[in-house]
């Protein structure tokens, strides 16, 4: 059974940062595209960033390019999310999820698993 579990949300000002992680169990993990996503209400969810297997990849919506930060740890499973100069307008709740058969990994679409969430709320 795969699992993916997010951590590191709350409640940060803005300028703060926040570290998210998520841990992956049941799954090959070195094997699967990495992304995180984040839907606010009313919104539709949309990529925040997102790491490729093997090379690693990285992409970054233009919203967060240059705060924002994707790693991964293949020898823990988990994939993390460095946040950075946070903004009222990064409050979200932040999903990550997992792509193997997919190409560009730039679609909710292409993405197999998805873990429960975690909200994060930057406060002006």
């Known amino acids: 059974q795969v699992q993916l579990v997010e951590s590191g949300g709350g409640l940060v000002q803005a300028g703060g940062s926040l570290r998210l992680s998520c841990a992956a169990s049941?799954?090959?993990?070195?094997?699967?595209?990495m992304g995180w996503f984040r839907q606010a209400p009313g919104k539709e969810r949309e990529l925040v960033a997102r790491?490729?297997?093997?090379?690693?990849?990285?992409y970054y919506a233009d919203s967060v390019k240059g705060r924002f930060t994707i790693s991964r740890d293949n020898a823990k499973n988990t994939v993390y999310l460095q946040m950075n100069s946070q903004k009222p307008e990064d409050t979200a709740v932040y999903y990550c999820?997992?792509?193997?058969?997919?190409?560009?990994?730039?679609?909710?679409?292409?993405?197999?698993?998805w873990g429960q969430g975690t909200q994060v709320t930057v406060s002006s």
């Open positions: 049941g799954l090959s993990f070195s094997s699967y595209a």
């Open positions: 790491v490729t297997r093997g090379v690693g990849s990285r």
């Open positions: 999820a997992a792509a193997q058969g997919g190409s560009y990994y730039l679609d909710k679409y292409e993405y197999d698993y």
